[in-house]
């Protein structure tokens, strides 16, 4: 029997073999019906086959045709990215605005070639990695033609300074790929982002995305040597270096640019060891409110625990089956040097004196295995559906969810939580059915905490899109009266843009715009992200 190829899926990340079967949805459709108290039916997948779209509106050269696509599929699918309201459009068969052209370039001489045919014709140019920007940071803007370069050809890695710890990197490569190009020397990136198994390196450093880090190092900024970048006016390499105080920095305008200056093509970043020692344990905390304290006091140690992460009573039990009422620290240590039992051990006696009860099944300490030892229940139960999420379980049950995240000062936090529950909890109340919002701290610094929320309810089907805006709405101007950061590790996009304004200072904005106008003079690259 013939297999048929994989293809990107239409409604959820990553390929058409990530998408979950009729049985895993019908199990989702009872787990929401339990959790609302009525009963909730998956509908049928529709068939790829009955898309249909607008007729591509521009004529690829005959040079380029190896190289891009205009079927109908390649179209669609690279017309969404991965927040949860664009996947169920693509499962409904929405695509009202897909690209004309999906370019596939192999190599930079590729992306030379489809940049300078853009930027001479004046296509609306959207550089795409995995596609799991939840901010529509890959969404086709308003244009009267458009093209889609997908970077996924500049997969691998092409040096290794053993030296340094260091590695140059092509941008299109996913976080699986670079992992298992780096294994066989005993390296390892360690940057574990939520849509680990579908993002790129490009797109990581593209909206400053945050990985596996809950302290220490966190940003993809941390990890970063150099940059090579190609904008429309000619290529910008950054010198490789541990550090340079030599004025501003290019890599600091690279980083977070969200395809608008240029198309990263590579990157040098930081490698390590993989690690050997590690060292873990669980704890509970009577509320969210000790358990914060705990975290502060603990991170301002300076012993750079691998993994802080605080969820509150209802992400607890959400996600690592807690009882509803306790707040869940996890913590971990590792290190590919120097065994980790010590910092676990202190870092326990601290949670104990500062209210935590330390779970009997959850201490485990490896000191002599690369391989991950067995977590307590919590941990793993958390761990599991932390990484990969299957976005698509969801659809068409009239399920309504979203995250926002967001960097608040510890000073201010207490309050700031506060805010955003009234706010957001009115939004809720008034818009869905059965609501929950919960929180986690995705990361801890030494002056604040990253909280991360998460809401879902039941609304009307049909009307999620618009039920979902009001809530974004509510959450986002929350966020930005409370004097938080509209994005932590999301990115900007065009969802987030209005936030990005407000807290970014006019005359900063002014100085980026006159960069895009000498990098990207015709206005060409992801036109409706910053400009």
């Known amino acids: 029997m013939t ?74 699918a690279y017309s ?41 014709e004046g296509h609306a140019t959207v550089p795409y990695g995995g596609g799991t920007s939840v901010v529509h940071g890959v969404t086709p803007p308003d244009s009267d033609s458009i093209v889609t370069i997908v970077m996924g050809g500049l997969n691998r890695v092409l040096e290794i300074d053993e030296t340094s710890r260091a590695a140059r990197i092509q941008a299109g490569v996913s976080g699986p790929d670079l992992e298992d190009q780096l294994r066989p020397s005993g390296h390892t990136m360690r940057f574990f ?36 970048m190609l904008t429309p006016s000619g290529w910008m390499e950054s010198r490789r270096l541990p550090g340079s105080g030599a004025g501003p920095s290019p890599d600091r305008l690279v980083l977070g640019s969200e395809g608008t200056l240029g198309l990263i093509t590579e990157a040098w970043v930081r490698i390590q060891k ?40 209802v992400e607890a039990q959400k996600a690592a089956g807690g009882d509803g009422v306790h707040a869940l620290l996890i913590i971990a240590f590792e290190s590919s040097e120097v065994p980790q039992g010590h910092n676990l051990r202190t870092v326990i006696e601290m949670v104990e004196r500062l209210g935590g009860t330390i779970a009997s099944d959850s201490v485990k300490v490896t000191d002599e295995s690369d391989a991950i030892s067995e977590d307590g229940a919590a941990a793993a139960a958390w761990r599991k559906s932390f990484t990969g999420v299957n ?20 000073d201010r936090w207490p309050d700031f939580d506060a805010h955003i529950r009234a706010k957001v909890g009115r939004a809720l109340d008034s818009t ?49 009266e409370a004097g938080g950061t509209i994005t932590h590790h999301h990115g900007v996009g065009r969802l987030h843009r209005e936030g990005w304004e407000a807290q970014s200072p006019e005359l900063f904005r002014a100085g980026l715009t006159a960069v895009k106008n000498r990098l990207d003079p015709g206005g060409i690259l992801n036109p409706g992200v910053f400009f």
């Not at 976005?391 to 510890?410: N, Y």
């Not at 995705?442 to 991360?452: F, H, T, V």
Request: contains cysteine; charged residues 20%.
């Open 193 to 228: 982002p939520q849509s680990f198994p579908w993002s790129t390196l490009g797109g990581w450093i593209a909206t400053r995305a945050g990985g596996h880090y809950a302290t220490g190092p966190t940003h993809i900024d941390d990890f970063i040597e150099s940059t090579r």
């Open 432 to 480: 869905l059915t059965a609501s929950w919002l919960s929180c986690r701290f995705a990361y801890s610094y030494l002056d604040g905490p990253a909280p991360y929320y998460t809401f879902a309810g039941l609304g009307t089907t049909g009307g999620e899109v618009e039920q979902w805006q009001i809530i974004k709405a509510a959450a986002s101007q929350a966020v930005i």
């Open 3 to 76: 297999r048929e190829p994989i293809r990107k899926s239409l409604w959820t990340w990553g390929t058409t073999e990530n998408e979950p079967t009729d049985e895993q949805r019908r199990q989702a459709a009872e787990a929401v019906s339990a959790m609302v108290g009525a009963e909730v039916t998956a509908p049928p997948v529709p068939s790829p086959d009955s898309i249909e779209l607008r007729a591509p509106r521009v004529v690829v050269p005959e040079r380029l045709r190896s190289i891009c696509r205009t079927d109908n599929h390649s179209r669609a």
């Open 274 to 313: 993989r690690p050997v020692f590690r060292a873990k344990a669980s704890a509970e905390f009577d509320s969210m409110e000790i358990a914060a304290d705990a975290v502060r006091r603990i991170v301002q140690t300076k012993l750079w625990p691998s993994n802080l992460r605080l969820l509150d009573p």
């Open 80 to 120: 969404i990215g991965g927040h949860p309201m664009e996947l169920l459009q693509g499962f409904r068969g929405e695509f009202a605005n897909p690209p004309d052209v999906v370019a596939q370039p192999r190599g930079e001489d590729d992306v030379e070639r489809i940049l300078e045919w853009c930027a001479d």
């Open 391 to 410: 976005v698509g379980l969801i659809h068409g049950l009239g399920f309504v969810t979203d995250t926002f995240e967001t960097a608040i000062t510890w």
